[in-house]
Each structure stands twice: as structure tokens, then as C-alpha cells.
T-cell receptor, first 116, second 115 residues
């Protein structure tokens, strides 16, 4: 039972480089989310998606783009990485709250990104 | 804006003692509240979820209570063990369909259980 899987788990980038983080879930969840976690700042929502083909901005969306072409996958892209984007990134998913589920969140193991 | 606070930021207890972790929130119009555990270098693991209509939820040695009117939730861990050492976070989901993407997290309480 894989749950939520993130790749890659570690990555080092130089300033200005681009990359994509992939999140895959096998629980048939409608909702998917990308968070970043930084010391002293806690968990902050970057972008989220309420279904295939739809995305929305969270609390800190600048410098990131996302896509949800398939229900099970949610991609987070950095077009031009900056040192301020050094962080641990977490993907999460949930059923639609109030419908088939409670909105309980399930997290991946995280992707640690360093931008030099 | 919903503010979620967890005090204390760190806690150390001897093995066998009961743990009491606090979570406060400023807006009582919540849909549910979720408690997580995070081990160093790992993701968040869901422990308990309490719906706004519930007063408490239990799983094994864990019990979480919710008092919406006072904006508080408490996580109790009975008979703590060294394996309970981790950071515990609470997260509040606001009511209303336009807010379902937006959980507000507390900054967590780091717990150390000493043998």
C-alpha cells in the first residue's frame, strides 16, 4: 500500500535551474496539495488541486507552478530556482471533505531541495 | 485569518508519564481538526481527526478532545514510551467549501520521552 509517493527525495540545484517534483497517490483522492516546511515557519500551502485539470493558489504560490493532468499525479515545478526555495516539500492528498470522506490528509515522505 | 498555536514548543517527560499536548485556534468555525506525528526527516503521519460535531476521538493510547467554543484541542498520550518521541502537530480545517484546500497548521510540540 504505497499511499502518497514523492520523487525525488533529495535534489541540489543551482540558482536559475528548473526542476519538477512528482507526487503520486494510489488512494483515488480528489484533493492534492503541495506544502513547504521551513524551520520557524511551519507548514505552508503552496498550491492545491480539487480534481483532475484544476489547480488553485495557496498561501505561498510565487515562484512555483503546478499541474494535475491525471487524478493520481500532482506536479510541482520550479522554473527558475532561488536560494529562498531551499526547503522540504511535502505532498498530501485527501478525499473530498463532506462527501465520501472527512478531508483527512495523508502525507508523502517529503522532498528535500537545496538551491545553491 | 485562523491562527493555530501549540504551547509548549518542546516537552520532555520520563517514560510512563502521561503526555498532554495543547492546540489553540482563534476561529471556532472549523470543519475538523487533525493531529499528526512527525519523526525527524520524515513526513507527517495522521493520528486522529475530530469532526466539529465531536467532543473527542480515541485510538489506542491516544485521546484527542475538542472544545470549539474555547478554541482548544488537547491530545493525551497515556503511559508514554521512548517511541513516542517525535514532533506533534495539529491542523485546523475551516468550514465552508471554498476553504477545504486550506488547513492551518500549528508549529508543533517537540516531545522527548526519556527511558
Amino acid at each position: 500500500n504505497a499511499g502518497v509517493t514523492q520523487t525525488p527525495k533529495f535534489r541540489v540545484l543551482k540558482t536559475g535551474q528548473s526542476m519538477t517534483l512528482l507526487c503520486a497517490q494510489d488512494m483515488n483522492h480528489e484533493y492534492m496539495y503541495w506544502y513547504r516546511q521551513d524551520p520557524g515557519m511551519g507548514l505552508r500551502l503552496i498550491h492545491y488541486s480539487v480534481g483532475e485539470g484544476t489547480t488553485a493558489k495557496g498561501e505561498v504560490p510565487d515562484g512555483y507552478n503546478v499541474s494535475r493532468l491525471k487524478k493520481q499525479n500532482f506536479l510541482l515545478g520550479l522554473e527558475s530556482a532561488a536560494p529562498s526555495q531551499t526547503s522540504v516539500y511535502f505532498c498530501a492528498s485527501s478525499y473530498l471533505a463532506g462527501g465520501r470522506g472527512t478531508g483527512e490528509l495523508f502525507f508523502g515522505e517529503g522532498s528535500r531541495l537545496t538551491v545553491l | 485569518k485562523q491562527e493555530v498555536t501549540q504551547i509548549p514548543a518542546a516537552l520532555s517527560v520520563p517514560e510512563g508519564e502521561n503526555l498532554v499536548l495543547n492546540c489553540s485556534f482563534t476561529d471556532s468555525a472549523i470543519y475538523n481538526l487533525q493531529w499528526f506525528r512527525q519523526d525527524p526527516g520524515k513526513g507527517l503521519t495522521s493520528l486522529l481527526l475530530i469532526q466539529s460535531s465531536q467532543r473527542e476521538q480515541t485510538s489506542g493510547r491516544l485521546n484527542a478532545s475538542l472544545d470549539k467554543s474555547s478554541g482548544r484541542s488537547t491530545l493525551y498520550i497515556a503511559a508514554s514510551q521512548p517511541g513516542d518521541s517525535a514532533t506533534y502537530l495539529c491542523a485546523v480545517r475551516k468550514g465552508g467549501t471554498d476553504s477545504w484546500g486550506k488547513l492551518q497548521f500549528g508549529s508543533g510540540t517537540q516531545v522527548v520521552v526519556t527511558p
